[in-house]
T-cell receptor, first 113, second 110 residues
Framework: GNSVTQMEGPVTLSEEAFLTINCTYTATGYPSLFWYVQYPGEGLQLLLKATKADDKGSNKGFEATYRKETTSFHLEKGSVQVSDSAVYFCALSTNTGFQKLVFGTGTRLLVSP | SQTIHQWPATLVQPVGSPLSLECTVEGTSNPNLYWYRQAAGRGLQLLFYSVGIGQISSEVPQNLSASRPQDRQFILSSKKLLLSDSGFYLC?????????FGNGTRLTVT
């Protein structure tokens, strides 16, 4: 079946450090890939997405590249801020008639000043 | 613009009590609607989805049920809560290619 594996957290960084959160997936066909972010006490918001191999999604300084050969979609940011502290979820969709996202377990990021 | 409302934000209920969580969507018609649960230490699990009024599909067997009495209303229910029902419940709807979440309800069963 389809699944997403994320690195376990929490990831603890100082402000302006480089961030990588690993995500790998298993899927039949050609899924779309997503990163969602959940700030404290809130629901999930779409951060970025990529719909085909070699696509790069980007938003708010975050980037992730759809790597079919390694089945990965790692999230990166060159310089994190305290306001980036949140839980990050990697997800995939197998593009059925409607969205049925499969999520990873989430990775908590803590950024200290 | 489209918005999604979910309430209550937090809820503490004793074991064996009933549950009703409500979700409504504004600004769109005939949306696909979803209930997800986020249990402690685990990822998001799809519980139910609905493509129209009265049409409910269950993804996993459990103690919960869902109903869609109106086009933009989606309700999550239980007749008798279990401790294992504790978690963060998220309602969502889809535009053609994106899933939009409400702010969630944190349920604690004691």
């Amino acid at each position: 079946g389809n699944s997403v594996t994320q690195m376990e957290g929490p990831v603890t960084l100082s402000e302006e450090a480089f961030l990588t959160i690993n995500c790998t997936y298993t899927a039949t066909g050609y899924p779309s890939l997503f990163w969602y972010v959940q700030y404290p006490g809130e629901g999930l918001q779409l951060l970025l997405k990529a719909t085909k191999a070699d696509d790069k999604g980007s938003n708010k300084g975050f980037e992730a590249t759809y790597r079919k050969e390694t089945t990965s979609f790692h999230l990166e940011k060159g310089s994190v801020q305290v306001s980036d502290s949140a839980v990050y979820f990697c997800a995939l969709s197998t593009n059925t008639g409607f969205q049925k996202l499969v999520f990873g377990t989430g990775t908590r990021l803590l950024v200290s000043p | 613009s489209q918005t999604i409302h979910q309430w209550p934000a937090t809820l503490v209920q004793p074991v064996g009590s009933p549950l009703s969580l409500e979700c409504t969507v504004e600004g769109t018609s005939n949306p696909n609607l979803y209930w997800y649960r986020q249990a402690a230490g685990r990822g998001l699990q799809l519980l139910f989805y609905s493509v129209g009024i009265g049409q409910i599909s269950s993804e996993v067997p459990q103690n919960l049920s869902a109903s869609r009495p109106q086009d933009r209303q989606f309700i999550l229910s239980s007749k008798k809560l279990l401790l294992s029902d504790s978690g963060f419940y998220l309602c969502a709807w889809t535009s053609p290619n994106l899933l939009h979440f409400g702010n969630g309800t944190r349920l604690t069963v004691t």
